[in-house]
């Protein structure tokens, strides 16, 4: 399975937000992380960066 | 491997952009497309949404 995991980087820091995140669907205001196990999680941020082969996804305010 | 494939969505049409997407990289103007070869995309785009267990992302003008 591909799923990644999402990071909030706050600063020097990255903030696990989400494990096993599969859909991720940018918003007007926000982003909307959608798990495999499909728990949502809409979050004040856009997207930083994504590494798929390490599965992760950044994200930023 | 958990590259994706890219895909521009252009009415009711997806046209492939590029395989073996590694890394995402959402910039000014558009977003930055690395594969899992090194070649490099630069479209003027924005991230529709990701479905990672698909393997695929969706971009649009």
Request: proline residues 2%; glycine residues 4%.
């Amino acid at each position: 399975m591909c799923e990644a995991n999402a990071y909030l980087i706050e600063g020097d820091e990255n903030e696990l937000i989400m494990e096993a995140v599969d859909r991720i669907e940018p918003e007007e205001d926000g982003i909307k992380l959608v798990s495999i196990f499909g728990d949502q999680k809409f979050l004040k941020a856009k997207i930083h960066s994504l590494s798929l082969v390490d599965h992760k996804v950044f994200l930023k305010k």
